[in-house]
């Protein structure tokens, strides 16, 4: 076997088949790396190898193509036949040649990884098993070339035939899908020639079993089959007499049925024993958290997917797969609207899209849509949507843990009627996970409700009357709970600015510009002021993040001579170059004498107690009545929002249920110079494959003339 495994690579190499391959792979390996790692700065080196698949496809025939056809058309397979070598180990020399180009081509790629790893950190168990997949996947590929050699002696057919066969089984599986539908018998039959998607599974991250197995089976199978074919003449089936049958026929057929047996039986083995997530952030596993809620089940939970097993979200179905493997509790059951068009409409109006959740639990049930399960980010520059953040366990485990505890819900009333902001999507999602609801207010003369946890006024742009004001003091009294943005200075709220009078707080009749360069997002537009967080606050937001304020109105108190019954600490404060000034005066916005000077606060938290009562208020004013507008919120990618759902959790704590973070798909970037980027172009497609080629027509012309 070691003879012929060395006799095939000196014969691609002696010749420019071999030298080719590695030239074509290496210009294409380093297109795509320079181009994802290097340029785009991703420290994934699947990024380069996902794209690579199409050229294994194209140059791998070119390869196989004469590996057993060349030996038939001069026929020097009748001495391989009648060698008293077993046949067995031919095929097997032969294929472990070509894998050893194979592994050539696989280490090229392992020095874009040693390159990455001089820029930056990389995902090395993930990087390992990306590459451990690429390399099975051209195996495949090889031995599925082999067997189509071995049944012809025309090279130029047994690429046709091999070429015919990787483009099936990159195409039509998916095909198949889309046409007949994933539960389908045909596509089910079909899919089974995938022999991509065990690839893209390990590409992922993570790490299934069953999917090596099936990899490696396909190997088998294919080389018995080149085994077969090529050994029907050979001289040491014909020295077995009458057992020939047995060995030439059935034994290769029992042992392909047996592997194709190994696969279907290890199909069956719950996927916590086959699947393993690799990810350095842990995105597909469930965390201690979950499980501890999973722990403290005394009803069965039943996760109804609106969607096919076929068809359900991979994401989505290694998590469900997750919590049901985990506990004995929770049980998942399948109901595409397909054969249950009717279902969901037991628990939504909404019309769900494939792949959401229905979770319920005894007469309990919570209901998340599939694209509450994840964060996007959209890009204007291409118009396309992309996904920065997975939250299909968050959203599951706050599902649970809110049933277990009852109908814990925080009621959070929205002022309406006042032509009030409405909350961004970001706040409203992020929240009603953990257990808030929202319900629109509108007064008119009537009553705060006796249920409402927290009040929110956003940014009134027509006055309260008096009635409304009346209302929402007699709430405070109670020791209500509210969370409110000022008015801006066109709009006139007169009776809404006189109610923040009340609490203790003068709103400055001005917009605050500032006039330190350093806490403007622009230092053409002293409008657009990003706020300095105060150390004492008792709001926060991530480190990441920030907050913007845009025409806000300055928060002013006496500092010495704050009522016994009121406390106010200041949230962020603008710095002490900013004023106070019209934005409507004839004289422009620069800084006049006379001008009110800061620092002024910009967001406050303030405690009021009813001595009567015995009840304290808590109120968080922020002084821009354009703080949570959508746009600008996306500006400090959600800090805005963050700084609200922080108070809101605060002001009224829910902590009964239990809250697992959005896991965000990002990762630290891979920065390289740009002369550096073209030093790599350089390298790799155009020194490197000119190395290779060069070096084999040298070894030709070396050859011919001896």
Known sequence: MTAILFKELKSYFKSLFGWIFLAVFTFFEGAYFVANNIQYGSPYISDSLNPLVIVLIFILPLLTMRILAEEKRQKTDQFLITAPIPLASVIIGKFLALCTIMLMATAICCVGVGILMIYGSIPVVETIFSLLGFFLFGCQCIAIGMFLSSITEHQFLAAIFTYTVYIFTL??????????????????????????????????????????????????????????????????????????????????????????????????????????????????????????????????????????????????????????????????????????????????????????????????????????????????????????????????????????????????????????????????????????????????????????????????????????????????????????????????CANYDKFIEWLGIEVTDGTVLEGDYRYMLSADDPTWLLAIPEYSSPYTISDKKMNILYLARGLKYDYENIPADTSITDIYRSSTSAYAKSLMSETGISKEDGDEEGAFSLGVYLTKSNSTTGETAEIVIIGSGAFLYDQIDSIVSHGNSDLFIDASKKLVDNSLVTTIPVKELTYDQIVVSMSMVLFYVAVYCVVAPLAFIVAGIVILIVRRRK
């Not at 069956?268 to 469930?286: A, H, L, M, Q, R």
């Open 171 to 492: 195409i039509v599986p998916g095909f198949c899908r889309y046409i007949f539908g994933a539960e389908k018998v045909i596509t089910k039959i079909i899919s089974i020639t995938d022999i991509y998607a065990p690839f893209d599974s390990l590409m992922s991250g993570v790490i299934v079993l069953t999917d090596i197995l099936y990899m490696l089976s396909v190997i088998a199978i294919f080389l018995i089959l080149a085994y077969k074919v090529f050994a029907k003449n050979s001289v040491q089936l014909s020295a077995m007499g009458k057992n020939r049958f047995f060995f030439s026929n059935l034994l290769p057929f029992i042992i392909i049925a047996a592997i194709i047996g190994a696969n279907i039986g290890c199909s069956y083995i719950p996927s916590k024993y086959t699947e393993f997530d690799v990810t350095n952030n842990g995105w597909y596993k469930i965390t201690d958290e979950s499980k501890a809620v999973l722990d403290t089940l005394t009803e069965d939970v039943t996760i109804y997917v609106i969607s096919s097993e076929e068809e359900v979200d991979s994401t989505v179905k290694r998590y469900i797969n997750s919590y049901d493997s985990y506990s004995k509790r929770v049980k998942v059951v399948y109901k595409p609207t397909s054969e249950y068009p009717e279902f969901a409409a037991n628990f939504t109006d909404a019309a769900l899209y494939y792949s959401s959740l229905i979770i319920t639990m005894g007469d309990q049930y919570r209901v998340i849509d599939y694209y509450d399960m994840f964060e996007y980010t959209y890009d204007y520059t291409y118009y396309t949507q992309n996904i920065t953040g997975i939250d299909v366990e968050g959203q599951i485990t706050a599902a649970i843990s809110s049933m277990i505890h009852g109908d814990n819900q925080v009621k959070i009333y929205c002022l309406s009627g006042h032509d009030e902001l409405a909350l961004p999507e970001y706040v409203t999602e992020s929240l009603t996970k953990v257990g808030y609801s929202f319900t629109e207010l509108y007064l008119y003369g009537k009553a705060v409700p006796d249920d409402c946890d927290i009040l929110v006024i956003n940014g009134p742009r027509s006055d309260l009357d008096d009635l409304d004001i009346e209302a929402i003091k007699t709430y405070i009294n109670k020791g209500g709970k509210i969370f409110m943005t000022t008015d801006t200075e066109d709009s006139k």
